[in-house]
């Protein structure tokens, strides 16, 4: 069975926001809004002020962000802001 989930921290300059695994995570990207799932191609780009919301099965956080950079490959993405 394939992984549905994918490796996800959040995190600032001293402080860990969330780390663990997640189902999908959307994200403000600069150039519009985008949805990671398991398995995402590798990218690295810039977010804008927004919400990320991080799906954990059935629960759901949000995270309000004034920017940052993800960066996804192996199944596993970072955020830093």
């Not at 994918?6 to 300059?13: C, D, G, N």
């Not at 969330?18 to 999908?24: K, L, M, Q, T, Y």
């Amino acid at each position: 069975m394939a992984h549905t989930t994918f490796h996800l921290v959040i995190a600032s300059v001293g402080e860990t926001q969330f780390d663990g695994p997640v189902e999908s995570a959307t994200l403000p990207g600069e150039s519009g809004e985008f949805t990671m799932l398991a398995h995402h191609e590798p990218i690295v780009t810039t977010l804008k002020k927004g919400t990320i919301t991080v799906r954990t099965g059935a629960e759901q956080k949000q995270f309000d962000v004034e920017s940052g950079v993800v960066e996804c490959s192996n199944n596993r993405a970072v955020v830093l802001l």
